[in-house]
């Protein structure tokens, strides 16, 4: 409250300055430009937008702006109310997008919505008594489509403006008919053509009545009402940009508005009282005038002063660790937070030194043998190129104390060079060159080799003795397998040889063990173990038993240096000694050897959580070294093989091998962050990002680099995240390509966290006529569905924890923050007894999961009873591994004694898995098994995959994206069965990410 009470002050002070700055005075001005949503007032004097993440207004002929609200949050998609008086926006003040009313003669926000999904404010009831938003909340299948909502400025909990999924809305005039939009492409995406982009639908409320309205190959979308409900205005690409058009309704006669090229049209709204039509394009505020057809950018400024936003700001992390390396001698770490490089001293931690000190991005820490210089990777003009760090001053070594530090750079040449990693002699730095080069340099005499030639390297490590390195890498057929190659060069030897994917080996101490993950036996990553030496392979358990008695008790001789090891490796046949050490359903992700070979700590989450554990090299003795969901990264021994390190959250912490409580490391940093500058740098590695790795290298014929130079002039006007993300995204959209997106990291340690709603298990009546909240279903597996609570349709929940639901209480804004919590429920039942139910909310993904299990049996009992009991259901929700597997099961558990199957790829988003599913679906009979007084049948277990070889038809529709879309085509073109359905959404590349700065 204290925030709105402030806030409510500075705009009554806002007021008045607009006023007396009219009349008196002229301020020094700003231009306003890449303004967002503008919304003209209903008299179409005044347009309302969004800048700088709060709403200001301005008069629709130009000048001065004045600002409407100041909040940290972003406030944006400003709507007028009909009567003029309210403005309703959109704003992620408590952590997600809510829907706001700002009562623009008290300057007071009124907020409409509380739940912890995405709201967005869509307009207006015409009475004004309510907004109309989108979620997606309790009513579609699964939370895969919006929905329209309306909450009632008198408060209450909102409702669906009707059962029809589809968003954006726009309600006539009327308040009967609504023009609205069934499915719909990324509004930033152009050239799209395809089943997924949008076309307007008309609909009566309190029908069935639809009509189509457009059918085109491009997008139409953001339809508009005129006053007297005759025309339709809407958005289409229909042209090649998009564009304005207007539709007489009753005639579907259709008019070309606006005739843009290139940059079309954004975010168009129209006055209530139909004069004139506000919307964004390039980086300007335009009005069309709907009675002469003229159209002219509107000119916005904002008084020079009032520009809140500060372009440096100074944070403290006590977090945020990334990527982290311990100097040799075990006294020093350098890390990296934010991109910027560290150091301090290890393993306590305490003061730290800013060792980089840019706004570009550090990475892949390496130091010197002597701990006196470290490596690392800097982007430099659009690549990455190799320096190093060391200190001036003679007597002061340490990189954490030194005042004077040299910054040298290595490397400049037309490839990027990253993940540097100094040979254990300190002669050597290997490094990747390019995609896929692994390439050494001699430190002292700068010569290069160039060790590997490749388009697809992975992970690298050496050798102890220095002389080699292991790899992975992919070949023309995407699998990886471990490599090993001299330092002195000659072709790298594939010391693993497995049709299924190895990856990131980790070198022993001793030079004698090689550790990687790998597939094989398994679908997931397993940890292998290989002994580089036949004679260790060769080994007998008894012989190994022999040597560690030998050890137990050996007496003392006179201390001698050590020798260095030297690696030796029997090459023939060295594939033949991989052994896999763990076979884990949930697949280990992260594993290394420890100095001795005799032990490998691993990650993994295979008891539930992702934590740290220790096993034997030969699967025996396995400890668990930490509990609660750690998710440890960047594992490591030390030297001694007593201590482990990772990165767990952000933080550097160690645990000793032996068992006990992880300990964390102090890294408490402040970074001064120039945000413009940060900005115009992750904008220009995304596009390098892009610019070396899109699949097509003339970029479907965009000229890339001109669309770099296009959005950078965007730079200076997006001044939140939200803003500048939208400015990627237009450069992404210039593409006209699918599998293309940015989005910003998880929340920070500053931002105000989303309240996360519990979730009853029941969908809420659309009725608001009795007392309470009428339930219309229970979705089964929910807590309202639990035995001891069993609510039922046609009850009423009367109160929530002794809060009694009136027509002005929101239910969502009482189960905020109940996950997991005991919640009780007073409960009418239809004949008029009253009960009381006690239950634990659950979240709102958990919901969605027991919704999509509602709907699939839904659909399944639907087929089932349309087929007398003749053709089983499945619907495969994804193409990953969790729905593989539960199609496998439902092969057997829902498809046995079926004659045909329906297969349902609707709502998939794709994956990886659909060859394994055709493998499934296309099995070739050979022969036949019968039993004695048995029939016909083949046994299972002979199989690789679960076999159907009955009749089969594939849904498929718009939303089946990716390899759901391989696996549609595949059906039609193997002829295995009809495909039925819509089109799909004609989105297929292989795709990966990137991770930038922060």
Known sequence: ??????????????????????????????????????????????????????????????????????????????????????????????????????????????????????????????????????????????????????????????????????????????????????????????????????????????????????????????????????????????????????????????????????????????????????????????????????????????????????????????????????????????????????????????TTQNLTNTVVQETGLSWSKDGKR?????????????????????????????????????????????????????????????????????????????????????????????????????????????????????????????????????????????????????????????????????????????????????????????????????????????????????????????????????????????DLYVIKWDGSDERRLTTGGVAPTAIRWSKDGKTLYFLSRGRIQRVAASGGTPQATRTEVRITINEPAERTYIYEAAWRVLNETFYDPNFHGVNWQAMREKYRSYLPYAQTDRDFTTVVLMLLGELRSSHVSFSRAGADEEETPAASTGMLGVVFSNQRDGEGLLIERVIPNTPAARKDVNLKPGERILAVNGTRLTPTTNIWQLLNNTVGERVQLLVRQPDGTERTVFLRPISTSAFDAARYQDWVQQNRRYVEERSGGRIGYVHIQAMGEQSLREFERDLYAVAAGKEALIIDVRFNGGGRTADYLLGMLHVPRHAYTVGRNGKPGYPIDRLPLVPWTKPIAVLCNERSFSNAEIFAHAIKTLKRGPLVGMPTAGGVISTGQATLMD
């Not at 022993?508 to 550790?515: A, Q, T």
């Not at 030496?533 to 050890?551: G, I, L, N, Q, S």
């Not at 001698?560 to 029997?570: N, Y």
């Open 1 to 350: 409250m204290a925030k709105r009470g402030g806030m409510q002050s500075i705009l009554k002070i806002g007021f008045i300055g607009w006023l007396v700055g009219a009349i008196v005075c002229s301020y020094a001005q700003a231009a306003i430009k890449f303004a967002r949503f503008p919304a003209p007032s209903p008299d179409g004097k005044q347009v309302a937008f969004s800048w700088q993440g709060d709403l200001w207004v301005a008069p629709m002929e130009g000048g001065l702006a004045r600002r409407l609200t100041v909040h940290p949050g972003y406030d944006f998609a400003p709507i007028w109310s009909p009567d003029g008086t309210k403005i309703a926006f959109t704003s992620d003040r408590y952590g997600n997008d809510d829907v706001f009313v700002l009562h623009l003669d008290s300057g007071t926000v009124q907020r409409l919505t509380y739940f912890s999904g995405r709201d967005r404010a869509l307009g207006w009831l015409p009475d004004g008594s309510g907004v109309v938003f989108e979620s997606r909340r309790d009513w579609e299948p699964y939370s895969v489509q919006w929905v329209a909502y309306v909450a009632l400025l008198k408060g209450g909990t909102p409702h669906r403006l009707w059962d029809v999924a589809g968003t954006p809305v726009a309600i006539a005039p009327d308040g009967k008919r609504v023009a609205f939009v069934r499915r719909d492409s990324a509004w930033w995406r152009k050239g799209y053509k395809g089943s997924a982009q949008g076309d307007l639908w008309l609909g009566v409320l309190g029908t069935k009545q639809f009509t189509r309205l457009t059918q085109t190959d491009t997008p139409d979308s953001w339809p508009m009402w005129s006053a007297d409900g005759r025309t339709l205005y809407f958005v289409s690409e229909r042209d090649g940009t998009f564009n304005l058009y207007a539709m007489e309704v009753d005639s579907r006669r259709v008019r070309q508005l606006t005739r843009f090229k290139d940059d079309g049209v954004r975010f168009p709204q129209i006055s209530a009282q139909g004069t004139v039509i506000t919307f964004e394009q390039g980086m300007e505020v335009w009005r069309l005038d709907l009675k002469s057809g003229a159209q002219r950018p509107i000119a916005l400024f904002a008084p020079a002063q009032d520009a809140r936003l500060n372009p440096e700001v100074v944070r403290t992390f006590s977090g945020n660790v990334s990527e982290f390396e311990i100097a040799p001698e075990g006294k020093e770490v350098a890390f990296v937070v934010r991109g910027e490089v560290f150091a301090t001293r290890f393993p306590e931690g305490g």
């Open 374 to 610: 470290l490596y690392f990777a800097r982007e430099v003009d659009g690549q990455f190129d190799l320096f190093c760090v060391s200190s001036e001053d003679a007597n002061e070594p340490r990189l954490r104390r030194t005042t004077r530090l040299k910054t040298e750079r290595l490397t400049q040449t037309p490839e990027s060079e990253t993940s540097p990693k100094v040979s254990p002699d300190g002669k050597w730095l290997a490094f990747q060159r390019g995609n896929g080069n692994l390439v050494v340099r001699h430190l002292e005499t700068g010569e290069e080799r160039t060790l590997v030639e490749s388009w697809n390297l992975g992970t690298f490590v050496w050798s102890p003795d220095s002389k080699w390195l292991a790899f992975d890498m992919n070949d023309e057929n995407y699998n990886s397998d471990i490599y090993i190659v001299s330092v002195e060069g000659g072709a790298p030897v594939n010391v693993s040889r497995h049709p299924r994917n190895d990856y990131a080996p980790s070198w022993s101490g001793d030079g004698r063990v090689l550790v990687f993950l790998s597939e094989r036996e398994t679908d997931t990553l397993n940890i292998c173990h290989l002994y580089l030496r036949r004679e260790d392979y060769e080994k007998t358990r008894a012989d190994r038993d022999d040597e560690e008695d030998e050890r137990y008790d050996a007496p003392k001789k006179p201390e001698e240096k050590k020798d260095e090891p030297s690696v030796q490796i029997d090459f023939e046949d060295i594939h033949l000694r991989v052994r896999l050490v763990t076979r884990y359903p949930a697949g280990v992700q992260e594993a290394v050897v420890s100095p001795d070979g005799e032990q490998i700590a691993f990650r993994s989450a295979y008891q539930g959580q992702s």
